[in-house]
């Protein structure tokens, strides 16, 4: 299958195209620079320079393809639009990719006893609504001819596959660390989000790739830890004391608004039926304390 994968160059993205390339799949990724083109061919991926805002480059891409994944961005909607646009009427698989924050609570480091369901998500915040909107953009277009999903990742652990990228939230607190000596949470770390493995994450879109139900929502998850949970296995991973309490207008300061009240202060406690059911999927990691004290350093 030829495949279009926006975000080649990222985390979520390059570990997918790398995947696809290793299951035998042509692919062909957005990326933003020269340099990140080298890294892509270098892999096997043939790569395309442009930006989300390529509305016309995005088009062609997405016409000449089997298949597409959308993994740059959750929150830019003229990508969506224009690749939806490209796509519709011609029964194309559509892989969106958002992120389970559109459940966060920012509750400040709080925990919450709450757990959300694909088919009972709850409003959307305001900092989340637009998000949200999108993924119903995507999901409705399967009225319209385009075999769409949105695959919502929870917190992504584990070291990416083929390109050279960390991911989002894990490193901005081993990050903080290193720079600091001391570990440090958001309030007091008794916040919960359900999490998965990158390899997990990618044998998932391998699968809804040819088994996608179209319009069909995913959270991907195989478990959940809170985060003092996590920071303390990180900065016994690390040989540094016991991880402290941060107040969030430090946290702000140091990770900004979003990542501060969103990704890393928030509760987001998701369960995923659609891809076991609907898609066979398997995940095999288990455990991010596990992967944090033995894999992450």
């Given amino acids: 299958m030829n495949v279009f994968v926006t975000g080649a160059a990222g985390f979520i993205g390059g570990s997918i195209a790398t995947g696809l390339i290793r299951a035998g799949h042509q692919v062909t990724g957005l990326v933003r620079s020269a340099e990140q083109a080298e890294e892509l061919t270098a892999l096997g991926i043939t790569p395309v320079i442009g930006t989300l805002d390529d509305s016309a480059l995005l088009a062609d891409q997405a016409r000449a393809a089997d298949a597409v994944i959308n993994a740059a961005s959750s929150d830019h909607r003229g990508a969506a639009q224009a690749l939806l646009d490209a796509l519709r009427g011609t029964n194309k698989v559509f892989l969106h990719t958002s992120g389970s924050s559109i459940v966060g609570d920012a509750s400040g480091g709080q925990p919450s006893d709450v757990i959300y369901y694909e088919d009972n998500l709850p409003e959307p915040t305001v900092d989340k609504a637009a998000r949200v909107a999108i993924d119903?953009?995507?999901?409705?277009?399967?009225?319209?001819?385009?075999?769409?999903?949105?695959?919502?990742?929870?917190?992504?652990?584990?070291?990416?596959?083929?390109?050279?990228?960390?991911?989002?939230?894990?490193?901005?607190?081993?990050?903080?660390?290193?720079?600091?000596?001391?570990?440090?949470?958001?309030?007091?770390?008794?916040?919960?989000?359900?999490?998965?493995?990158?390899?997990?994450?990618?044998?998932?879109?391998?699968?809804?790739?040819?088994?996608?139900?179209?319009?069909?929502?995913?959270?991907?998850?195989?478990?959940?830890?809170?985060?003092?949970?996590?920071?303390?296995?990180?900065?016994?991973?690390?040989?540094?004391?016991?991880?402290?309490?941060?107040?969030?207008?430090?946290?702000?300061?140091?990770?900004?608004?979003?990542?501060?009240?969103?990704?890393?202060?928030?509760?987001?406690?998701?369960?995923?039926?659609?891809?076991?059911?609907?898609?066979?999927?398997?995940?095999?990691?288990?455990?991010?304390?596990?992967?944090?004290?033995?894999?992450?350093?």
């Avoid at 040819?210 to 478990?223: A, L, R, W």
């Avoid at 890393?264 to 369960?271: A, I, K, P, T």
Wanted: overall charge neutral; aromatic content about 8%.
């Fill in 136 to 297: 119903n953009l995507i999901l409705a277009a399967a009225r319209d001819g385009v075999n769409s999903a949105v695959i919502c990742n929870t917190l992504i652990y584990g070291h990416s596959l083929g390109v050279h990228r960390d991911s989002v939230q894990l490193p901005r607190l081993l990050k903080q660390a290193r720079k600091s000596g001391v570990v440090r949470h958001v309030g007091t770390g008794q916040n919960i989000w359900s999490n998965v493995h990158i390899e997990d994450v990618v044998a998932l879109y391998l699968l809804a790739l040819t088994k996608n139900v179209p319009g069909t929502f995913y959270f991907v998850e195989s478990g959940e830890a809170s985060f003092i949970d996590m920071t303390t296995a990180m900065a016994e991973a690390l040989n540094l004391g016991k991880p402290q309490d941060w107040p969030l207008k430090d946290a702000e300061a140091e990770w900004g608004y979003e990542m501060a009240n969103y990704g890393l202060g928030s509760n987001s406690r998701v369960r995923g039926k659609q891809a076991r059911e609907l898609l066979g999927w398997a995940p095999k990691r288990t455990s991010v304390v596990e992967w944090i004290l033995n894999e992450m350093v």
